[in-house]
Every structure is written in structure tokens, then in C-alpha cells.
């Protein structure tokens, strides 16, 4: 191997030095707990721990309106409406943290007598650069401006905690330590001079849509492969110039024909084309191996010609394919955004949310990665879905090419008292019945033939 392989080797060895000592770092535990409730992983906080012990303890910016009233009465007021107080002057809130995320927050390394850095030689340890004056006070400034929002959001009355979480997070992320990389120099030169070689910096993997290469004005040399960039190294040099792969984004287009309802939290997917990013190559891949093996426990109550999954053909159903998307869709926001899996899921056909096609319980568990954070589905039947979709499948029966659906006369007493005791314990009104025949119908009237009477004008009439 030559001095130059060993020295990009050495040098990696140095970074990923830090690296694993940045991941052992943790926020103090009563701030980490204020943060886990609004979906801030140990992971994401890491980032900023360096604010730790670089403020003074418990002092955070005035909160009020433009008029600087009190903290208190802040809790009450719009996000958007919420001033600081900052050198006796008021700013607006909002205003001030859209401008911190708009670039990297540097910070230094306080004590380099400590590991990883007391192992380091002294010309590595010099790479981590000393913040100037005005660094160093702005980034005093912006971590006073965490921990206030880290107040707002353990207030009781605070009107936006979530809000302030999600900036809170966004700002986190952009703390970088200041780091100067090699100058790299060309050892051919005559004399044992020195000169800066040319650096490019790009996602070079061909099979991603951000490929260097492919970008507008771009142009790379023919020798140059995707095999060039490895575990071992993350860069190459060729005809004077060094190529230095800095990852890639790799996207897929996902195509949705129904409408899913998440909950807890809340998100609906409608019918259409929802992009999936993230910087792995096989995140997509893994999620679709993971949905392929997908158990779903349970059964919905049998009716004969029931839509949907409310057939009870989970992994035949030609809906299958879709209902993977759109878990993908979600799954793939967890693993990059660190959103939370929702608890419960409901489908509706189509681009509207009349006709449920199926209702869901979402396992989870702690996986050893976020896939396996998501461990299937469960049949599930709320209340006001089922009674939804039970006078859906009676006007269904209505309509002039309608479906004549039917439950089993040995499941008819079964039936009835699933009926009542789902729309009973979710304080439903029990106005369904299945009679004798198998059929379903509202209580007060007798039989299908007495809804006509009513004229039912669309499917909003019969769920009055």
C-alpha cells in the first residue's frame, strides 16, 4: 500500500475516532425526557450536547408578545405571536429559529486532554479548530435558545409544544464541530514544491439519481468507477484530480390508488405519488422484504361478499400491493425523519373516506433497527367505522347493480352481540341488527325494503 492509501486510511481511522465518541454523548436526562415526548430520539439530541455546561444553569430568553408581557401568558398565544427578549429588545420568535436553520451551528472541542483527543498526535488534534469570539457567542446565543424552548415545552399550558419540539430538533441537527480537512499536495511536483490538488466532493454511485457525474456540467473521466469507492476508502484520485464520495440520496416513486388514515399520530395518504428518499442504498429494499413477510393477526367479522380486507383475505388480496406502499411510505419516514409509527390505520376505497375497506391495529416493538420497530398488523374494529361500514354494505344492497351481502345463520347470534357490545363500549348508538335471514338492517325498521321508503338520497342520509 502506498503513504497516500495509508494516510486517507490513518486519517478515516482519526474521524470515525470522534464520530463513536460524539454517539456516546447524551443531553442531561430531565432534558432528554422533556424531548422523548415529542419524538426527539437519544440519537437526534446527541448532536448539540455541547451546550452542556457552556450557559449558565436555569437562565432562559423572556417569553410574551410584542408588547413583553410575562412567560405565563405566553403558553396562551399562537406560535407565530411569540416575541423573545434579548438585550432588552423583543423579536419575534419564530422569525429568529427560521434563520437558525438555515445554516451549520459550529462548535469546538472544550477539553482535548480528554479521549478520544488525548490519544490523538498533535496534528490531528490541531485539525479541530478553536471557535473565533463571534462563534463562540453565537453559539451561546442559540443554546440559550434550546433550552427556552425546551421550558415552553415542559409547560402544562404552553398552546404549540410540538411545534417548538420540532425546532427545537431541526436546529439540533445542524451543529457541526469545527473541523479542518487535509490539504491534500502533490508529491510529483519538481523541487519537492507543493500544491493544492483539486478536490471534487459528489454522491458517486451510478445507480443514484444524484450521481455526480449526471448533473448538468458536470464531467467525469472514463476510468473513473463505482468500484473506486469502497468500505476501505471514500475517495480517488485520477489525472491530478481527487474524487471524494460524500454519499448519495436514493429515491423511489411510490403510487397509491386508495386512501389510508393513520392515527397516533395523525397522517392520511391519498390516492397518488409520494417520493421516498433516504441516504441507504437498500432502505427501500429491506422495507419490502420486511412488508413481503408481514403477519396480520386476527379475522373481521364474516359477511358473505365483504370489500376490502373485510373478506379476510390478507395475503391474496389484490389490495395487498397497495397497502405495502403505503406502509412504505410511513416506515420510510420513521427510518429517516425518526417519525413515530402510528398506533392504527384505516382504508377507504379510493380518494374518499365513505367506504372502509379495512381497519387495522399496528404492531410495534423495539427492533434492533427501525424496520423492526414495525412487527405487522391486527384486524381491529372501532366502533364508528364498523357502523360506517355495516349501513355502507345495506345501501350498497340499494344501489341498482347492489351486492346482496350475508352473515352465516350460525354466526347471526355471534353477529348481534359483536354488534352491540363494539357499538356499546365506544358509546355508539346500536341501531344495527342482522335478522333471521342473514341480513343486515337498522333496528326500527323491518328489513331492507323499508329503507326505501325513506328515499335515501347518497350514503350521507342513511348514516344519519
Known sequence: MNNKGLHIILEQNRRQDFLDWVEKQKQKPEVQEVLSKYEITTEESRNCTTCKGRIQDNVTWPLGDKDGPTDQQADYLAFNEIYYKRNNEWNSLET???KLIKNDIFYDVVDKTEEPFKSMDQDEQDRYEELTAEELKSLKYICYMLRTLVQYIKRENSNDP????DYWKKICLKFKVKYKEDEETDDDDEGGSTSPVNKIFGCFDSSSEMYWCNEEGNECPTELSDDDFNNVSNRTEINGIIYIHTGCTYEETITLKNTYRFLSPGKILKP?????????????????????????EGAFAPISNAPGFYNNEFYTNPLRTDLDNALLVILSSHCVNKKAIPQDLIIYEGDTTSKPLGEF???QEDGVNCIDDFDG???????????????QLMFDELSEDGTTHIVFRDDIDRFNKFIDDTLGRNGMEDDLMVDLNGKLQLEHLIGLGKILENKPIGLEKILK
Open 361 to 363: 391495529r399496528i404492531n
Open 272 to 296: 397518488g405519488n409520494y417520493t421516498v428518499s433516504s441516504k441507504s442504498k437498500n432502505m427501500v429494499v429491506k422495507i419490502r422484504e420486511k412488508l413481503k413477510e408481514m403477519t396480520i
Open 96 to 98: 429568529e429559529l427560521e
Open 377 to 391: 398488523l391486527k384486524a381491529h374494529e372501532s366502533g364508528e367505522i364498523l357502523q360506517i361500514r355495516l349501513k
Open 162 to 165: 410540538t411545534r417548538a419540539a
